[in-house]
């Protein structure tokens, strides 16, 4: 799950020194790199815990719900405390209520009741929004201001390594004793494991920037109103949070759905375990594709390769849903491949020309994430009530409203010009 930095207009005078912040520029990485891997984790816990407690899907896609309310809800707070306690306590505090999360997952095993498990995602992903507030800005900070952009590339990078690498971690972890069998013989006891080892990987980090010498970033405490102000006057602002709310939205719901769709048995007969470590491809090709993207987009604008992704990804659900076997898989998983450079480009588009309302339309297009909260909770819906398989149409149409926006809705309006 791609993060966007925020907004920073000034840098520690420090930080350009040969090296010295070496060390925290590879501890930050590591947060982006944990972040990316706990939140892919969910796509494999969404089919273990629906046959722990025999859920509907409905009920599954909660496990989402809470995780990405938690973005919309904790944000605004997180800057207040943030804005008081200096960015590397935040980082510290972040950790911490993360590692208490993860912790709280072996209470919920042990009573055996499914809303345990949906608070302790909600206060793990609280802790990763306070995170992203805390750490986004030390990125730029450490190091030379013209090296910045490549910086946040690399953070980027190491956010969709994670995505990559937690499925094979999930699956031999929570399917190593169940095997090949399906997830409804599982255990909602088998989780403990995993997230105690993520609970002590969150603890050393917390220790190491709590002693960390980072540099001290001068900030402004003036936070504008997200809910009025200038850039809600932007049509490509306003059209543009509704892109991210789509995009996340629909990418969210097909790694939710992905490991119960490879499972169905008109579709690729997999089992849960098989099919959970196939989330690496759909996944890894969101990583290879932002290279592949970033290329492209040197020639051709972002707005076309949008349009053009969000065609590509309607094409292969609509071909994986229209047949079965390693038509149905492959095609499903190029997905993976086309959202790629989605989310940054529609950041990027949406913030053009914005001037002093920047900082404002980027906190409007961050509560937007909500969307990976909403939609997959409607995919769930229509799971239960016409099959998973034809669920699938629901974030097929996220994709065709992005393709408007990257023709259409991206262009700055002619009063936008004028008022620049």
Known sequence: MDTPAQPNNTVAENATANGGYRFALISLTTLFFMWGFITCLNDILIPYLKGAFNLSFTQAMLIQFCFFSAYFIVSLPAGMVVSRIGYQKGIVVGLGIACLGCVLFYPAAESQ??????????????????????????????????????????????????????????SYLMYGAAGEHSAATA??????????????ALLMLALVFLYLKLPSLNHTNSNPSLFKGGAWQQKHLVLGAVGIFMYVGAEVAIGSMLVNYLATPSVAGLSEASASKLLAYYWGGAMVGRFIGALVMQKVSGGTVLAF???????????????????????????????????????SLALQQLGKDTPQGSGILCLAIVGGAIIPLFQGMLADAVGVTLSFLLPASCYVFIAYYGLVGSRVSETTLIEE
């Open 113 to 170: 009741i499914y809303g345990v498990f949906l608070l302790a995602l909600f206060v793990l992903a609280s802790g990763i929004t306070i995170l992203q507030v805390s750490a986004n800005p030390y990125v730029t900070a450490l190091g030379n201001p013209k090296t910045a952009s490549s910086r946040l590339t690399m953070t980027q990078a190491f956010n969709s390594l994670g995505t990559t690498v937690a499925p094979f971690f999930g």
């Open 187 to 200: 255990s909602a006891s088998d989780v403990q494991v995993p997230y105690l080892i993520l609970a002590a």
């Open 309 to 347: 992704n969000a065609v590509m990804a309607i094409a292969l659900i609509l071909l994986s849903i229209s047949s079965s076997g390693d038509v149905a898989l492959y095609s499903v998983l190029g997905v993976g491949l086309f959202n790629s450079i989605m989310f940054p480009t529609i950041f």
